[in-house]
């Protein structure tokens, strides 16, 4: 029945019918704290609210068609006039849908409901589980509801279904998307013509000014309406709160509070940190013994010993640099191929997560109904042209194949563009600390920081120049995200996707592509470029010509794995620690000061509506930046893992943190976002795969070429003079020797050696003939053999890691054995039950007509694969 037309108010007839609104509610003994209409019968599904401002007429004809047009689909609409509300110029409509219209969508969109209790033994028997006792959640908060079998909701076989209570049949999560369904497709034109249509145009255009279904109570305490479930305040005692770090999510709970896709991100980001603690465990014992054996090594005692490593006069960096100290650092090549191999195991294992996750929550043969069902209403209202779907045999908008050819070779061409403008800016800062490093040498030189006992010998002209293009680096990332954000978005808009799942995955490959290059570039650069190209001395190379003045940057004597740990760690923490603070200052900043009106009203004042609206909306790219920020993470754990074990440690203390700050975030500062379906990570798994596949190349060659390890191996076994396998000698064996003499007279580099012009020799790091040799300064055989071994190395090591993954991603299955096999019983139980419930249903109408004298089972359908479903079980 529909009962709204005595709760309805229009923006014309508001303010007329506020005084008898206001008579017919007792504000101090109604509480407003309430998800239901005034008669506390129906249930609000959603909520639109608004502002009368003063050049509103064209708004108000769109909201009166629109409105109008939500009744004639079967929406009922209950208005709460501007002098109810607590700022006193918002309008609140409040939207619900009856048993006819959710019956009817949930046709529509094929939701899955259930037809049988669940029948299969649960295997339950899980060796040593007393030990997960303490990390384990009250059983009524794991699992919310009782397991049955399901099947897409068929409204003219409504009495199929397991309906006790057509009011509480369908949940909150999934009557807001049944709503939000409609309220996207609805026009808001009188003859329905172009693009006018959707709320979300409407909330561009001003018309609205919110759109959100509401919270089914206040976070810290339950509803005091009994009919309430109270799911927020349970996701926060048991999810929310920090204290409970160690305890396993809700994520049954989460998945029917907010919908399969914010549940299945929260099940791949918990996954994602459980597995990270074994990296952790590994990566710390490898850090220790590296750091606890670094004093045994040969080369170490040589460095610090008076004859071989204080006898040593390394010629200079670069202009105005002095006597550098040598230091080798040593890989971890055991931990690179390590992660290489964990990162196979935790991508088989996740499908077979997300494979379980699939089954339990009803999105086996989802992605099927996303693309032939679900179809975004921009594309259906830009798309004019109509053909015949093969499949359902329906007439269905399309873009032609040279329109969609031209947006996309548009939406390529400036992806390029911006990626070469990234590297433009890395390139320029670049210039910058080249250029700028003189000009720090010359003004430190004499600076009063150099007296400071503690911090003097610390301020440099390297840190200097590092400090300051770090900075500088920092806010070209931050500008260029900014802009680029939006860049993603329109030319996204512009490629017209057809469903939701194939928006996502285009700006998802669009805005990891910018990330990548914006994030990993500086990294790149440290390991693999910088002081590969640099000549020796008196013939150096520079970065635009010689004209430039510009010499390509140089490692420390000691190599670039340090310099490229350091810039990891500061990166990665850095953008960690920033992340957080943003994510959880910013929205509880924001919602301090859009309610602090409201702050001391009672809830019979402040109404659930309002409270709701005060709160920061989770929009259409919420979870989209929290898959971006783990993705990154997971790059810099994985592609540069060779250079810092401690990475997996950083990663999983973030995590642990990142899981209660988003529940946090979602539960307490954002409205309750609409619910949404999601049968996987979508196109984040793709990129995993492609990172997992690039970091065994990166860390390969990190290995190969920014470590000693290779040249010290080469020296053990080839070069040793004494004849037997030490590394005694090899400091002195990996410097080459150089004449300053030799440098001419107007040489701008003179002015470089000038202190050191008494000594004449100077040593610097590279395998080159002395002077005098007849090849003198080229390259000796020595650095061949050693450029060599590296190759085979990379090659040697790529082939076993790959070897390694591929047979261990063909050991595991993707989808667990009981799950296929209850997957299977699902669908036979389906057509069975279907099969027997059409042959009740004809019996019967034959008993009415008559005709009983018929006691033979009916064929109702005599092509029914009975048998084949029974085989493939078999």
Same mark, same amino acid.
């Given at each position: 029945?529909?009962?709204?037309?005595?709760?309805?108010?229009?923006?014309?007839?508001?303010?007329?019918?506020?005084?008898?609104? =206001?008579?017919?509610?007792?504000?101090?003994?109604?509480?407003?704290?309430?998800?239901?209409?005034? %008669?506390?019968?129906?249930?609000?599904?959603?909520?639109?609210?608004?502002?009368?401002?003063?050049?509103?007429?064209?708004?108000?004809?769109?909201?009166?068609?629109?409105?109008?047009?939500?009744?004639?689909?079967?929406?009922?609409?209950?208005?709460? %006039?501007?002098?109810?509300?607590?700022?006193?110029?918002?309008?609140?409509?409040?939207?619900?849908?009856?048993?006819?219209?959710?019956?009817?969508?949930?046709?529509? =969109?094929?939701?899955?409901?259930?037809?049988?209790?669940?029948?299969?033994?649960?295997?339950?028997?899980?060796?040593?589980?007393?030990?997960?006792?303490?990390?384990? =959640?009250?059983?009524?908060?794991?699992?919310?509801? /009782?397991?049955?079998?399901?099947?897409?909701?068929?409204?003219?076989?409504?009495?199929?279904?397991?309906?006790?209570?057509?009011?509480?049949?369908?949940?909150?999560?999934?009557?807001?998307?049944? *709503?939000?369904?409609? +309220?996207?497709?609805?026009?808001?034109?009188?003859?329905?013509?172009? %693009? #006018?249509?959707?709320?979300?145009? &409407?909330?561009?255009?001003?018309?609205?000014?919110?759109?959100?279904?509401?919270?089914?109570?206040?976070?810290?305490?339950?509803?005091?309406?009994?009919?309430?479930?109270?799911?927020?305040?349970?996701?926060? @005692?048991?999810?929310?709160?920090?204290?409970?770090?160690?305890?396993?999510?809700?994520?049954?709970?989460?998945?029917?509070?907010?919908?399969?896709?914010?549940?299945?991100?929260?099940?791949?980001?918990?996954?994602?940190?459980?597995?990270?603690?074994?990296?952790?465990?590994?990566?710390?014992?490898?850090?220790?013994?590296?750091?606890?054996?670094?004093?045994?090594? $040969?080369?170490?005692?040589?460095?610090?010993?008076?004859?071989?490593?204080?006898?040593?006069?390394?010629?200079? =960096?670069?202009?105005?640099?002095?006597?550098?100290?040598?230091?080798?650092?040593?890989?971890?090549?055991?931990?690179?191929?390590?992660?290489?191999?964990?990162?196979?195991?935790?991508?088989?294992?996740?499908?077979?997560?997300?494979?379980?996750?699939?089954?339990?929550?009803?999105?086996?043969?989802?992605?099927?109904?996303?693309?032939?069902?679900?179809?975004?209403?921009?594309?259906?209202?830009?798309?004019?042209?109509?053909?015949?779907?093969?499949?359902? $045999?329906?007439?269905?908008?399309?873009?032609?194949?040279?329109?969609?050819?031209?947006?996309?070779?548009?939406?390529?061409?400036?992806?390029?563009?911006?990626?070469? &403008?990234?590297?433009?800016?890395?390139?320029?800062?670049?210039?910058?600390?080249?250029?700028?490093?003189?000009?720090?040498?010359?003004?430190?030189?004499?600076?009063?920081?150099?007296?400071?006992?503690?911090?003097? /010998?610390?301020?440099?002209?390297?840190?200097?120049?590092?400090?300051?293009?770090?900075?500088?680096?920092?806010?070209?990332?931050?500008?260029?995200?900014?802009?680029?954000?939006?860049?993603?978005?329109?030319?996204?808009?512009?490629?017209?996707?057809?469903?939701?799942?194939?928006?996502?995955?285009?700006?998802?490959?669009?805005?990891?592509?910018?990330?990548?290059?914006?994030?990993?570039?500086?990294?790149?650069?440290?390991?693999?470029?910088?002081? #590969?190209?640099?000549?020796?001395?008196?013939?150096?190379?520079?970065?635009?010509?010689?004209?430039? #003045?510009?010499?390509?940057?140089?490692?420390?004597?000691?190599?670039?794995?340090?310099?490229?740990?350091?810039?990891?760690?500061?990166?990665?923490?850095? @953008?960690?620690?920033?992340?957080?603070?943003?994510?959880?200052?910013?929205?509880?900043?924001?919602?301090?000061?859009?309610?602090?009106?409201?702050?001391?009203?009672?809830?019979?004042?402040?109404?659930?509506?309002?409270?709701?609206?005060? &709160?920061?909306?989770?929009?259409?790219?919420?979870?989209?930046?929290?898959?971006?920020?783990?993705?990154?993470?997971?790059?810099?754990?994985?592609?540069?893992?060779?250079?810092?074990?401690?990475?997996?440690?950083?990663?999983?203390?973030?995590?642990?943190?990142?899981?209660?700050?988003?529940?946090?975030?979602?539960?307490?500062?954002?409205?309750?976002?609409?619910?949404? @379906?999601?049968?996987?990570?979508?196109?984040?798994?793709?990129?995993?795969?492609?990172?997992?596949?690039?970091?065994?190349?990166?860390?390969?060659?990190?290995?190969?070429?920014?470590?000693?390890?290779?040249?010290?191996? *080469?020296?053990?076994?080839?070069?040793?003079?004494?004849?037997?396998?030490?590394?005694?000698?090899?400091?002195?064996?990996?410097?080459?020797?150089?004449?300053?003499?030799?440098?001419?007279?107007?040489?701008?580099?003179?002015?470089?050696?000038?202190?050191?012009?008494?000594?004449?020799?100077?040593?610097?790091?590279?395998?080159?003939?002395?002077?005098?040799?007849?090849?003198?300064?080229?390259?000796?055989? $020595?650095?061949?053999?050693?450029?060599?071994?590296?190759?085979?190395?990379?090659?040697?090591?790529?082939?076993?890691?790959? *070897?390694? @993954?591929?047979?261990?991603?063909?050991?595991?299955? %993707?989808?667990?054995?009981?799950?296929?096999?209850?997957?299977?019983?699902?669908?036979?139980?389906?057509?069975?039950?279907?099969?027997?419930?059409?042959?009740?249903?004809?019996?019967?109408?034959?008993?009415?007509?008559?005709?009983?004298?018929?006691?033979?089972?009916?064929?109702?359908?005599?092509?029914?694969?009975?048998?084949?479903? +029974?085989?493939?079980?078999?």
């Amino acid at each position: 029945a529909f009962l709204c037309s005595s709760f309805l108010f229009s923006p014309e007839t508001a303010e007329d019918t506020a005084t008898a609104g =206001l008579a017919l509610i007792d504000k101090q003994q109604h509480s407003k704290d309430s998800v239901f209409f005034r %008669d506390g019968v129906r249930r609000i599904d959603f909520v639109l609210s608004y502002v009368d401002d003063k050049d509103s007429e064209r708004k108000q004809e769109r909201r009166k068609v629109y409105e109008a047009n939500l009744e004639k689909v079967g929406l009922e609409l209950e208005t709460e %006039d501007k002098s109810e509300s607590e700022d006193g110029k918002t309008y609140f409509v409040k939207i619900h849908a009856p048993w006819e219209v959710l019956a009817t969508y949930a046709d529509v =969109l094929k939701i899955k409901v259930p037809f049988k209790a669940n029948d299969i033994p649960e295997n339950n028997d899980i060796p040593m589980n007393w030990l997960s006792t303490p990390f384990r =959640l009250p059983e009524h908060v794991m699992h919310p509801e /009782p397991d049955y079998f399901t099947a897409p909701f068929n409204k003219s076989k409504s009495d199929f279904f397991l309906i006790d209570d057509k009011d509480t049949f369908f949940p909150p999560s999934t009557r807001n998307r049944i *709503v939000y369904y409609i +309220l996207s497709r609805c026009s808001y034109f009188k003859d329905e013509c172009g %693009d #006018k249509k959707g709320i979300k145009r &409407l909330l561009n255009n001003g018309t609205y000014t919110a759109a959100f279904p509401l919270h089914d109570s206040r976070y810290w305490k339950r509803s005091r309406d009994a009919n309430c479930e109270s799911e927020r305040y349970s996701l926060y @005692k048991y999810w929310a709160r920090f204290l409970c770090f160690f305890k396993e999510q809700p994520l049954n709970l989460i998945r029917k509070y907010y919908g399969e896709k914010i549940g299945i991100y929260f099940a791949w980001l918990g996954f994602y940190t459980e597995m990270l603690l074994f990296a952790a465990v590994v990566g710390t014992i490898c850090f220790i013994y590296g750091f606890l054996t670094y004093d045994d090594n $040969q080369w170490s005692k040589e460095i610090c010993s008076e004859e071989v490593g204080g006898s040593i006069v390394m010629c200079p =960096l670069m202009v105005g640099s002095k006597y550098q100290q040598i230091n080798f650092s040593s890989s971890h090549m055991f931990f690179a191929i390590f992660m290489g191999i964990w990162v196979t195991l935790f991508l088989e294992f996740w499908k077979r997560r997300q494979a379980r996750l699939e089954y339990e929550w009803d999105l086996v043969d989802f992605e099927e109904e996303q693309q032939q069902l679900q179809l975004r209403p921009e594309y259906e209202t830009k798309c004019t042209n109509r053909k015949l779907n093969r499949i359902t $045999q329906e007439m269905e908008p399309y873009l032609p194949i040279t329109n969609k050819c031209a947006r996309t070779c548009l939406s390529g061409a400036t992806v390029l563009f911006w990626i070469s &403008l990234i590297i433009a800016c890395i390139i320029g800062v670049i210039a910058y600390r080249l250029a700028v490093y003189a000009a720090f040498a010359s003004i430190m030189k004499d600076s009063p920081t150099n007296k400071l006992q503690v911090v003097g /010998p610390y301020i440099t002209p390297q840190l200097a120049t590092s400090v300051t293009a770090s900075c500088i680096n920092f806010v070209i990332i931050m500008i260029l995200n900014l802009m680029y954000e939006r860049v993603a978005v329109w030319i996204t808009d512009m490629e017209i996707p057809k469903t939701h799942l194939e928006y996502e995955n285009k700006l998802t490959v669009k805005m990891f592509l910018f990330q990548f290059v914006n994030y990993y570039s500086s990294c790149f650069y440290v390991a693999f470029f910088k002081g #590969k190209f640099v000549g020796y001395p008196g013939k150096y190379a520079y970065m635009f010509g010689e004209w430039s #003045k510009l010499r390509n940057e140089e490692c420390d004597p000691g190599g670039c794995l340090i310099e490229l740990t350091t810039q990891l760690v500061i990166v990665m923490t850095g @953008k960690q620690v920033w992340g957080n603070i943003q994510e959880a200052l910013v929205p509880w900043m924001m919602n301090w000061w859009g309610s602090r009106k409201a702050r001391n009203h009672p809830e019979s004042l402040y109404s659930r509506w309002e409270q709701d609206h005060d &709160l920061q909306g989770f929009g259409q790219l919420g979870l989209f930046y929290e898959y971006l920020e783990m993705v990154i993470q997971f790059g810099f754990i994985t592609l540069f893992v060779a250079s810092f074990p401690l990475a997996p440690l950083l990663a999983l203390i973030n995590n642990v943190i990142e899981v209660r700050v988003d529940a946090w975030k979602l539960t307490t500062q954002f409205r309750r976002p609409v619910a949404a @379906k999601a049968h996987s990570i979508g196109a984040w798994e793709e990129i995993l795969s492609g990172i997992a596949i690039l970091s065994v190349v990166t860390n390969a060659f990190i290995v190969a070429f920014t470590s000693d390890m290779i040249p010290r191996l *080469v020296y053990m076994y080839a070069y040793h003079s004494e004849g037997e396998m030490s590394m005694k000698g090899y400091i002195n064996n990996s410097l080459s020797v150089f004449n300053i003499s030799e440098i001419p007279q107007t040489s701008r580099e003179k002015r470089d050696y000038g202190y050191l012009w008494c000594s004449f020799l100077c040593r610097y790091r590279d395998y080159r003939y002395p002077p005098g040799h007849e090849k003198q300064y080229a390259h000796t055989m $020595q650095f061949w053999h050693i450029l060599a071994a590296k190759m085979a190395f990379i090659i040697i090591m790529e082939h076993v890691v790959f *070897v390694v @993954k591929f047979f261990v991603a063909w050991m595991i299955p %993707d989808v667990p054995s009981d799950v296929r096999a209850r997957v299977k019983r699902e669908r036979y139980l389906v057509q069975e039950y279907l099969h027997n419930y059409e042959v009740e249903k004809l019996k019967i109408q034959l008993s009415q007509n008559g005709n009983n004298e018929c006691t033979c089972t009916p064929m109702i359908y005599p092509s029914l694969p009975k048998h084949e479903v +029974l085989s493939e079980c078999l």
